[in-house]
């Protein structure tokens, strides 16, 4: 009955944007910290970038940092994850997640309670 599901990925070129939604189900939205991780095939997931459940406190990657603003709506029981100047590294399956507390950086997928099945987000000319 708990769902987080994925939205706007898809192929872009470098430079360009994209924005991913994340929208919840299931669960007491406003009690969780949304994660977002990447992955790549045989390397480790990355967390990228955390929001607290009332949106008042973000974390980034350095990766990331300057690039990409993640951010909530409780309202409508979504997440969002805006990425700027995106690059072929940027490539990998993106991935939202809910956890009950908000944690300092870094952030571990095993700290997280509820998971989506993952996006695409491809990068290339």
């Known amino acids: 009955q708990v769902y987080l599901v994925e939205s706007g990925g898809g192929l872009v070129q470098p430079g360009g944007s994209l924005r991913l939604s994340c929208v919840a189900s299931?669960?007491?939205?406003?009690?969780?910290?949304i994660g977002w991780f990447r992955q790549v095939p045989g390397k480790e997931r990355e967390g990228i970038s955390v929001?607290?459940?009332?949106?008042?406190?973000?974390w980034y990657a350095d990766s990331v940092k300057g690039r990409f603003t993640i951010s909530r709506d409780n309202a409508e029981k979504t997440a969002y994850l805006q990425m700027n100047n995106l690059q072929p590294e940027d490539s990998a399956v993106y991935s939202c997640?809910?956890?009950?507390?908000?944690?300092?950086?870094?952030?571990?997928?095993?700290?997280?309670?509820?998971w989506g099945q993952g996006i695409q987000v491809t990068v290339s000319s």
């Open positions: 997640a809910a956890d009950l507390e908000m944690r300092s950086w870094p952030i571990y997928s095993n700290e997280y309670d509820y």
């Open positions: 299931g669960f007491t939205f406003d009690y969780y910290a």
């Open positions: 929001i607290s459940s009332v949106g008042g406190t973000t």
